[in-house]
């Protein structure tokens, strides 16, 4: 017998969400998406998608609804705003947030929304938009585990390592550290390359030298390769990394925890958003560093 499959809706189709939401149509579920783009529901429609008019049209001819939206004003007024998710979504049924917002926003929607009888995960994810096409994200996920367990199927389509890391919102904190630690690297690996070719070492051969050494990280294994060929098509976009930075200094806030290097680093992508960068690849944060040392790699 064929197992029920439960019916997708899916709001934010942006560079992860459109990958992911069609993966979910591939594997045989019925999706419905929703985009404050009209444009960036055609694709999908063309996939096999239904579409609706707004994220409380999604929920009501959904199980479960899947979120993957910039900021936690758009997430909170996709959930419970006008027309919102609660507006629609039947009792028992589950909200997923994939998003990248604070852990106090994360908690306060669950809130509501369990007061309404509806579960929620936060569930986060990293590996890029590569990661999201080939279905092997790495899915950081805060919730009861009931419900968690509930949806395990659909987040198997979307992630090849899903981790449950804790109560609700401790998805996000995991999620903001991977985040901050991305983005601290990244400069890192600007200012090695910057000071490498000041210095005459030849960056291809460094490449391949440090990817093997202590000094290798994801940041500069993965993209190097684009910095040396100034390849800066967006994954993730320098505002992205820029807001997640701010998030992260939030929460160090919140806690009393100084953090002297990703309030550099947050200050970095915002000098590199004043160029101009903002919708550039993160990894274009090179160009930052180029231009403070008067060199270009």
């Known amino acids: ?28 579920f019925e999706v419905t998406v929703y985009d404050i783009r009209a444009e960036a529901t055609k694709l999908l429609l063309s996939k096999g998608a239904k579409t609706a008019k707004n994220p409380r049209e999604v929920s009501e001819n959904s199980d479960i609804v899947i979120l993957s939206l910039p900021s936690p004003s758009e997430v909170i007024d996709a959930v419970m705003g006008k027309n919102g998710i609660l507006e629609g979504l039947k009792e028992g049924g589950i909200i997923i947030d994939t998003s990248t917002i604070d852990p106090h926003s994360t908690k306060k929607i669950a809130k509501t929304a369990k007061e309404k009888g509806i579960g929620m995960i936060d569930a986060p994810v990293s590996g890029g938009t590569f990661g999201a096409e080939k279905g092997t994200l790495s899915i950081m996920v805060g919730g009861e585990e009931k419900i968690l367990n509930a949806c395990m199927d659909t987040l198997k389509v979307i992630g090849k390592n899903i981790y449950h ?6 998805g996000q904190v995991f999620k903001l550290i991977n985040n901050m630690l991305v983005g601290i690297n990244l400069i890192a690996v600007s200012e090695a390359l910057v000071l490498a070719q000041k210095a005459g070492a030849n960056l ?17 294994e993965i993209k190097v390769p684009s910095m040396l060929k100034k390849e800066f098509q967006p994954g993730f976009k320098i505002w992205l990394q820029h807001k997640d930075l701010g998030l992260a200094m939030d929460m160090a806030s919140s806690y009393g925890v100084p953090a002297p290097l990703l309030a550099y680093s947050y200050e970095i992508f915002k000098s590199a958003k004043a160029l101009g960068l903002e919708d550039l690849d993160h990894s274009a944060i090179i160009r930052f560093a180029e231009k403070i040392s008067e060199i270009e790699i």
């Open 165 to 170: 890391v804790g109560e609700i919102g401790s």
């Open 1 to 28: 017998m064929t197992k029920h499959k439960d019916k997708i809706g899916f709001i934010g189709l942006g560079a992860m969400g459109s990958r992911m939401a069609i993966n979910l149509i591939n594997d045989g």
């Open 204 to 220: 291809n051969t460094l490449y391949e030298v440090i990817k093997t050494s202590a000094g290798n990280s994801w940041a500069f």
